[in-house]
């Protein structure tokens, strides 16, 4: 899992990273999502991408009542539990080390009577996706997973394989170097590709694409 290093002293802004919890208010009810940036760094804690997401999807700009969604890269879960709390049918996944942190966190804050509706499995980028239904999904949602180059093609490789032409990915991130870009500029070479909302105070960017040319 790699990691982001940084002297906890020297930015403080980034010691809430290291509180064992974080709690947000979503889908009428109060959210309480786990953190251990000690033990599993970036897939433990929440960044601001995911916030931003959840509040997008909060607002109701896509439909998710009754639709199939898969989340990448989930980390804490917590765009994975808001999409359920929301009506949707979610496959929440990240690499095999923050599973069980994962799973946790989506027994934690799913209630009992939605629990079904929330599946938690093992996902790396670019393999195994046999395991998964091809173009199954109608949403794919992704907060902050463009930050590693080598992995962008193994990432476009997994969007291509699970959206089919009627599929909606929704990629919330903030553009910190040009690597980003360049993930961009891959992404638009196989797929449609909108920006639908910034978020000035966390400097977040959320990103529409589709494969082919249906409404954005």
């Known amino acids: 899992m790699a990691l982001v290093p940084y ?7 980034l010691s809430k990273l290291h509180d064992i919890s974080a709690e947000f208010h979503f889908a009428n009810r109060r959210l309480c999502l ?5 033990r599993l760094g970036v897939a433990a804690v929440v ?21 199939v969604a898969i989340e990448l ?33 989506v027994k934690e804050n799913i209630p009992p009577d939605q629990q079904g509706a929330a599946l938690v499995k ?17 949403i794919i949602l992704g907060a902050d997973i ?35 870009q360049k993930f961009l500029d891959m992404l638009r070479k196989r797929f449609i590709v909108q920006e639908v909302h910034y978020d000035v105070q966390r400097d977040i960017h959320i990103y529409k694409a589709v494969k082919s040319k249906q409404e954005l």
């Open 7 to 13: 002297e906890r002293n020297s930015m403080p802004a």
């Open 146 to 180: 463009v930050y590693l180059e080598e992995t962008f093609s193994a990432l476009l490789d997994t969007l291509e394989y699970l959206s089919s032409d009627r599929t909606l990915v929704l990629l919330a991130c903030r553009i910190r170097y040009e690597r980003d």
């Open 47 to 67: 960044w601001d991408a995911a916030v931003v997401l959840c509040m997008y999807l909060e607002l109701g700009h896509i439909e998710l009542w009754g639709k």
């Open 73 to 105: 890269g989930a980390g804490t879960g917590l765009v994975g539990i808001v999409a359920t709390l929301l009506g949707a049918k979610v496959t929440i996944t990240d690499r095999a080390p923050a599973i069980d942190f994962l799973r946790a966190n």
């Open 122 to 138: 093992e996902l790396t980028w670019g393999k195994n996706l046999e395991l998964y239904q091809e173009g199954g999904y109608d």
């Open 34 to 38: 786990s953190q251990d940036w000690n």
